[in-house]
């Protein structure tokens, strides 16, 4: 080999630079480990000390906030923390650039959009179809009462066509969406967690969030999904609303019976009765009343009820009879509710705002220049806040009036009432005010860092999210490494028990390989997951992959007499081993790639581990073990292959492969015709990744009925509830749809609170709402991992999934033919790769109702399906390289012999190759943990069904599609030459 000296250089200075780039990792995590001990637990102690120390210098003079970007990341499946994609409303951004315009075909469209979005289509382009086909060319996009308006009057005219004013509403979108992720990212900033994540994904409207090691789920989705729209408003008094109040009563009496037991007296104890003399008439047939208790007059808190009452009053006030008892001014009135006092839980406070015909509040919250939380007179926490000069005057004002009134002013954010105090000391001037209620300091500072980030351009809704516990990020962290070192070990004894002193070299390259890949992970700042540790340990397995194809190679020319030297030499030549490398690994390859381009979150990082350890392990082997192995032969000239167990196995293989290929096809029509009957009954076990819903991996303290749990849990929720054991007898993986189409805090919170309401009877000791929904180190009990996928991106996920699948067969395709330059070979590949897919899918839809692990349909399913089409073509490639150098060479013998000795000369290639990958998988199916068990066993078929079909299946399909001129021609040349 020529250059070996200028090999040997790259690749010590490649692993030089890769122990620099890990060492900073190591150095991270001593550091975060000591902040673990110095904290004791507490998270706001270990983010206090890294925080203290992240301006000095720990290492070759880099402070701890530079070595910290420099290490690798640890995913939410590994450390823990909340993953989210939040969708900000972009429905809500062209109602505001239209300047909520009342035009029928506008609004119609914006309600047909959403309807027929397609999987992977962006809500603005469905706006746009819909639009074109609601106005039919009646109305223009440039109309004055669309976008042609006073606040777009710089960038659209009447004059306009709808594709020119499309391009400039595009560009506002994006700008929007753009304004609302640097809004978001000034409130992580502030949130207190390490190396938090924000991505813009696409042009979607779609922002990923991750938070790695944040316990606190209620608080962090509050803090992400509060638009921060801060307006106040004058406020009625209850004398004033007495006639709506009567009204919405005789509403109800109208169309709702008296409930047989008022809840009045239970509302009463908890609010400590403070509307006594409206006590009397909540008896009798005074339905409203019933569930509502009215403030005392002079208040401007009207009443009191249940939150779970509030969408019914909401109705009932909104009713046109009860709206007619508004007479002038105050038919502009708006109700809003007020914050839950944590005191008196569950109930909240209603009141009227003085609304106005342009629904414009007096004063709103753009006028805020700064917020600090702080504490009032009192000494319970309280937001302060700054007004910029033109705010400081309105402010006056508005205080002003309400002081002369004796009236007050609400606080609203967000549409809920923080606060509505009173002025009793005459106009506030200087622009300073208070936001105070019944807060704790936690969420002051939220509150605050809210407001100084600034509101979001329109609604922000969480579509997908993930919640995994540090425990069990930790037990991830265990079984990784656990899988990873028993698989190294297994590979490494096998190589040297099967190839001898040539294993120990294969070896090295093997060690040297891991280096590689870690280093580079660490040089990019890749996030390192729990299928990115399973795509290392995979790559354990196929790194020996192209070491055995050269081995292999290496034996075959001993065998036909050249030297060692000689058979070296030849088995790293194109025409020995470095054309089946080459194809076996860029099919491999461009399967990864497609992986990349549509998968997400840890699947992404498993496509980046796997081709990171593709190109790694291909100059491993190439380079590394070449220049090892010929070190061996010019130091001793002494090298084999094998042992004296192993050295005539696999070498005398005569099987006539294609005299039983009718035998193959009738039992691969079977398995297909079966795989389809079980599609067709028993259909395939989809996840929430595809078809949308609720997840949550519940751990007890022991072992619970699954069908008690089902029954109680499908009560609570009204629809069917799905749970199974997962991993332990103790943990359940529940799976609801109920309310997965609405998004907000309150939903997320009342499904938590239905969960734990009905499920904290299975265990013997008092368990908490907060111990019971969040994560915290050493949980070992309560929700342990929780996902969320809406309707929408599961429609996403899906479509991405159906064209990764056949994008990746049809790259494959066209790849092989190019490289094979016969499409028969092309065809064979890919039929034997659908026949494996097929079987794939029909032994999940058989086998999911009784598997003692999860075998769903999730984008971890597909990451496994796309890596059985690797692997695959990778055998099928290797079979057929050989099926190629033999027709062009001058073996005798009729058309399938030459094809069937093609077989059978690789077949120990075959089988080594797929028993090393076997061999890994079945470790990591053992070992891995349960979250990846139906992925990893996936692979595990897949690679079986995928040996036996590249035998059976892709050679006699090229076989039969060769014509026969064609096969004539070949036996005419390779039986007439000399």
Known sequence: MQNKGLIKFFAIIFAIVSIYQLSFTF???????????????????ELAYLDSIGKQEVFLGYTYNQVRDKQINKG??????????????????????????????????????????????????????????????????????????????????????????????????NEAIDSAFGVLTKRIDKFGVVQPNLQKLGESGRILVELPGAKDIDRVKKLLQSTAQLEFWQTYKVDQMVGVLTAANEAMKADVKTTEQPEAAKIDTLIGNNAQDSSATAKGNNPLFEIFSPGPMGSPILGMASVSDTAKINSYLKKPEVRSALAGDLRYTRFAWGKEDKNNEGIVELYALRGNRENVP????????????????????????????????????LTGQAYQEQGNIAIVLDNIVYSAPGVSSGPISGGRSQISGSFDVTETKDLANVLRAGKLPASADIVQSEVVGPSLGQEAIDNGITSSLVGLLLISFWMIFYYGKAGWYANIALAVNLLFIFGILASLGAVLTLPGIAGIVL???????????????????????????????????????????????????????????????????????????????????????????????????????????????????NFDFLSKKKIAYFISGLLILGSFASFFTNGLDQGIDFVGGRTFQVRFENKVSVEEVKSVLSDAFGSAVDAKVFGTDDQLRITTKYKVDAHGVEVDKEVNEILYNNLKKFYSKEISYDDFVNTYDGKTVG????????????????????????????????????????????????????????????????????????????????????????????????????????????????????????????????????????????????????????????????????????????????????????????????????
């Open 27 to 45: 150095v991270s995590n001593g550091i975060q480990e000591d902040a673990k001990a110095a904290a004791g637990g507490d998270s706001q102690k």
């Open 76 to 173: 939410l499946d590994l450390e823990g923390g909340i993953n989210v994609i939040l969708q900000i409303s972009v429905k809500d951004i062209l109602k505001d650039l239209a300047n909520n315009t009342t035009n029928p075909v506008f609004n119609k469209a914006l309600d047909v959009a959403a309807q027929e979005q397609q999987g992977n289509q962006d809500y603005l382009d469905a706006f746009f179809v819909a639009f074109a086909k609601e106005s039919n060319g009646t109305v223009k996009l440039s109309s004055p009462e669309i976008f042609a308006n006073r606040d777009l009057s710089d960038d659209v005219n009447t004059q306009m066509s709808d594709d020119e004013v499309k391009t400039v509403i595009k560009r506002k979108v």
């Open 362 to 397: 007096p004063l709103s919250g753009s006028v805020i220049t700064g917020a600090n939380d702080s504490f009032d007179q009192l000494g319970k926490p309280c937001v302060e806040m700054q007004m910029d000069a033109k705010g400081s005057r309105e402010w006056e004002e």
């Open 539 to 653: 790559t354990m397995g196929t790194a020996v992959d192209a070491n055995i194809i050269i081995y292999e190679r290496a034996k075959e020319e001993m065998r036909l007499g050249k030297t060692l030297e000689e058979s070296i030499k030849a088995s790293f030549s194109w025409k020995g081993a470095m054309s089946s490398i080459t194809d076996a690994n860029v099919t491999t390859f461009l399967t990864g790639l497609v992986l990349l381009i549509f998968g997400t979150g840890p699947v992404k990082g498993f496509a980046t581990t796997l081709l990171i350890g593709i190109c790694t392990s291909l100059f491993t082997a190439i380079f590394i073990t070449r220049v090892l192995l010929d070190w061996a032969v010019n130091k001793s000239g002494n090298l084999t292959f094998n042992t004296s167990i192993t050295k005539n196995w696999f070498t005398k293989f």
């Open 783 to 978: 929700i342990m991992q929780a996902s969320k996928v809406g309707p929408t991106i599961a429609k996403d996920i899906k479509t991405n999934s159906y064209w990764a699948v056949l994008g990746s067969l049809s790259i494959v395709f066209i790849y092989l033919m190019l490289s094979f330059r016969r499409w028969q070979f092309s065809l064979g590949a890919v039929v034997a790769v659908a026949h494996d897919v097929i079987i794939v899918l029909g032994i999940y839809s058989v086998c999911y109702k009784v598997a003692p692990f999860q075998m769903e349909m999730n984008q971890h399913f597909i990451a496994a399906i796309l890596t059985v089409i690797g692997y695959s073509l990778n055998d099928t490639v290797i079979v057929f390289d050989r099926v190629r150098e033999f027709l062009g060479g001058s073996v005798k013998g009729d058309f399938n012999s030459i094809v069937n000795q093609s077989i059978n000369t690789t077949l120990s290639r075959t089988i080594n190759t797929s028993l090393t990958v076997m061999l890994v998988l079945l470790i990591m199916f053992m070992f891995g943990g349960e979250s990846i068990q139906g992925f990893v066993f996936a692979m595990l078929v897949g690679i079986v069904v995928g040996t036996y079909s590249s035998l059976f299946i892709a050679t006699p399909i090229l076989v039969d599609t060769v014509s026969a001129k064609e096969k004539k021609a070949v036996e005419t040349a390779h039986n007439t030459a000399e």
